[in-house]
């Protein structure tokens, strides 16, 4: 495993909007998903589990350029 880098990195001006986004994807993936799982949508819950992947995929992207800046400063 990696060295962990500090929560600030995240709030720094080159990254902080796509964090935001990123979280607010699967924030709002995940609520789509307990929604449709309650509601026994299995259309709903395909795609809201489609943005989860998309979610976590984005997750691994921003952790690749708060390593890079971490590693800048």
């Not at 990254?15 to 949508?41: K, Q």
């Amino acid at each position: 495993m990696s060295e962990p880098y500090s929560l600030r990195t995240l709030v720094r001006p080159e990254i902080r909007r796509e964090a935001a986004i990123t979280f607010g994807i699967l924030g709002l993936a995940a609520i789509a998903a307990g929604l449709a799982t309650a509601s026994g949508n299995v259309v709903s819950l395909g795609l809201a589990l489609v943005g989860i992947a998309g979610g976590t995929y984005g997750l691994g992207e921003l952790d690749d350029k708060a390593r890079e800046i971490e590693s800048e400063a």
